[in-house]
């Protein structure tokens, strides 16, 4: 292998691992990927990995990073979170999981308007890999980065993170209102008005308010709005067609972690008294409590007040 061939290793065979250990392969690095089926333990798989890419749901975020804290691991591996969720109970991101469990490892995110199955496709999409430490980043970017994939640094892995993790939210919102054919003016609106909560509550967990302008704010809120790729989406638009919550999520492939999501982000903002009224909606309306109809209106009749 030529030396600035790298090692990588994908834990998780879903859509977005898939679609992720192509992407490396296209630039000829050796991928591997892990997923629960493999025969080979996840410790003899990343032994010799120069950087280990995390594309899990969130519900197997802990289980995985505790496999990896026994494992013996080279010095200067590179720990990469591309997961898009909120643990439930602790209410942590995925990237303050791994940094608990593996604190002496460098941590990036990568996170960005990724629909897997266009990248699967070949076609061009751009992302952002964050860290604390620049030169970390810098390696993943090169990892990652060809002539369809265009990857942008950022400083600010928790902004990064909640950017995707909180627009799967917004998603279901959105889904339902194309679902009900509410027209491009309530979809810009809701679109518009989701950012401001999105940085409200990113602000909280100490993000920059202007990571939330970028690819992986701004950026991964179009894609996923916009696509009937989207499975979060999907979600809100089966609700639309009078579908159950349990019947549209079985009707998506793949995961929608914009569900547990909502639950995660209602609890931090009842704590913490952020204001976020159409994660709210979303919340109301997939417990069950509100119908669609009534979230509409609800949104539209809220007190009236300044932009900002
Ligand atoms: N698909 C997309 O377009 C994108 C997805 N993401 C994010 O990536 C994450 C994975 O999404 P995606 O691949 O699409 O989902 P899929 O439903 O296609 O795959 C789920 C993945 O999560 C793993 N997993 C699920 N439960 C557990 C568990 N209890 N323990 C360990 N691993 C588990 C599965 O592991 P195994 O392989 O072992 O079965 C599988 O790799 C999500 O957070 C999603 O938001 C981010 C950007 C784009
Ligand atoms: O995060 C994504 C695109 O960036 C994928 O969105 P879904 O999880 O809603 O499919």
Redesign the pocket.
């Known amino acids: 292998m030529k030396s600035d061939l790298k090692n990588v290793t994908i834990i998780g065979s879903g ?2 691992g898939s679609a992720l250990a192509t992407l490396v392969q296209t630039n000829q690095h050796h991928v591997q990927i892990w997923s629960r089926q493999s025969q080979l333990s996840l410790a003899e798989m990343v032994s010799n990995s120069d950087a280990i890419v995390s594309a899990v749901s969130i519900k197997g975020v802990r289980a995985i990073a505790e496999k990896l804290q026994t494992a013996k691991l080279q010095p200067h591996t590179v720990l990469v979170s591309a997961t ?1 969720g909120l643990e439930p109970v602790t209410r942590q991101t995925p990237s303050q999981i791994w940094r608990s469990l593996i604190p002496d490892h460098p941590l990036v995110v990568l ?6 199955k266009e990248i699967m496709m070949g076609q061009p999409a751009a992302t952002v890999v964050a860290s604390t430490e620049a030169s970390a980043a810098q390696f993943i970017q090169n990892i990652f980065a060809s002539r369809n994939f265009r990857v942008y640094t950022n400083s600010d892995p928790i902004g990064v993170e909640l950017g ?1 993790t909180l ?2 939210v917004i ?1 279901i919102a959105v889904g339902a209102c194309d679902g009900l054919n509410l027209g491009t003016n309530a979809k810009s609106a809701l679109i518009t008005r989701s950012l401001i909560e999105i940085i409200r509550v990113g602000v909280y967990f100490g993000a920059q308010p202007e990571t939330f302008w970028g690819l992986s704010g701004l950026g ?1 809120l179009l ?2 709005c916009n ?1 009937n ?7 809100g638009y089966a609700i639309a067609q009078g579908l159950s919550l349990e019947e549209a999520i079985a009707n ?1 492939q ?5 569900v547990n999501t909502a639950n995660v982000l209602i609890e931090i903002s009842d704590r913490e008294k952020i204001s976020v009224p159409v994660s709210r909606y979303v919340y109301r309306l997939l417990k069950g409590e509100i119908t669609l109809q009534q979230a509409v209106e609800g949104l539209m009749e809220r007190d009236l007040k300044p932009e900002n």
């Open positions: 859509a977005w898009k996170s960005g308007p990724n629909l897997s995707g627009k799967n998603a991964d894609a996923t696509s790729l989207s499975r979060n989406y999907q979600v998506v793949g995961t929608a972690e914009g």
